[in-house]
């Protein structure tokens, strides 16, 4: 079965400063990967996915993810935190043989201070 | 083009109580994916829908049905509520090929 791993269940940056939120995922295929986020009281947003092809996939609001087979990683990055950026994050793997059903992580909260 | 709409969006009832939850997709989406939020147990993936019928199903007892009609509105019940069913349901639309869903804002179960 798949899975995966959020490293860090809460992450503090300043303002400006570098996002990194870790996704590791295991898998015998290569999967499609998803990365989500949630504002209190929402629902989930996508953020960014990667399928097939390019292994770096650019998203919305400046975030981006890179796929590693050889590391099996899909880390999500964006070069400078705004404060609007505070809110939950997910990442997800498609269930292979199943199409729309979804494993996700336990999620990032991701604060961002002034 | 309006989004996932999911009804009611919050709600109480009693432990044994039954309840639907209500979800319409996007125009256009034939497939409709519920999912189960904890604060305990994270978010897992309850059942999917294509085209009226069921897909996927996680691991839920058989208390958790659904169903999605012609339309592909769906619709989700819970019978003989539990403590424990207290938590978030988010519906997702998509086309059905794996690549990308639409989650609505979700309904807020609260059982007593």
């Known amino acids: 079965a798949q899975s995966v791993t959020q490293l860090g269940s809460h992450v503090s940056v300043s303002e400006g400063a570098l996002v990194l939120l870790r996704c590791n995922y295991s898998?015998?295929?290569?999967?499609?990967l998803f990365w989500y986020v949630q504002y209190p009281n929402q629902g989930l947003q996508l953020l960014l996915k990667y399928t097939t092809g390019a292994t770096l996939v650019k998203g919305i609001n400046g975030f981006e993810a890179e796929f590693k087979k050889s590391e099996t990683s899909f880390h999500l990055t964006k070069p400078s935190a705004h404060m609007s950026d505070a809110a939950e994050y997910f990442c997800?793997?498609?269930?292979?043989?199943?199409?729309?059903?979804?494993?996700f992580g336990t999620g990032t909260r991701l604060q961002v201070f002034p | 083009k309006a989004g996932v709409t999911q009804t009611p969006r919050y709600l109480i009832k009693t432990r044994g109580q039954q309840v639907t939850l209500s979800c319409s997709p996007i125009?256009?989406?034939?497939?409709v994916s519920w999912y189960q939020q904890t604060p305990g147990q994270g978010l897992q993936f309850l059942f999917e829908?294509?085209?009226?019928?069921?897909?996927n199903k996680g691991n839920f007892p058989g208390r958790f049905s659904g169903r999605q009609f012609s339309n592909s509105r769906s619709e989700m019940n819970v019978s003989t509520l539990e403590l424990g069913d207290s938590a978030l349901y988010l519906c997702?639309?998509?086309?059905?090929?794996?690549?990308?869903?639409?989650f609505g804002p979700g309904t807020r179960l609260t059982v007593t």
């Open positions: 898998s015998s295929v290569p999967p499609y």
């Open positions: 997702a639309s998509s086309l059905g090929d794996g690549t990308e869903q639409y």
């Open positions: 125009s256009g989406h034939r497939s």
């Open positions: 997800a793997v498609s269930d292979l043989g199943n199409t729309d059903k979804l494993i």
């Open positions: 829908y294509f085209s009226e019928t069921q897909r």
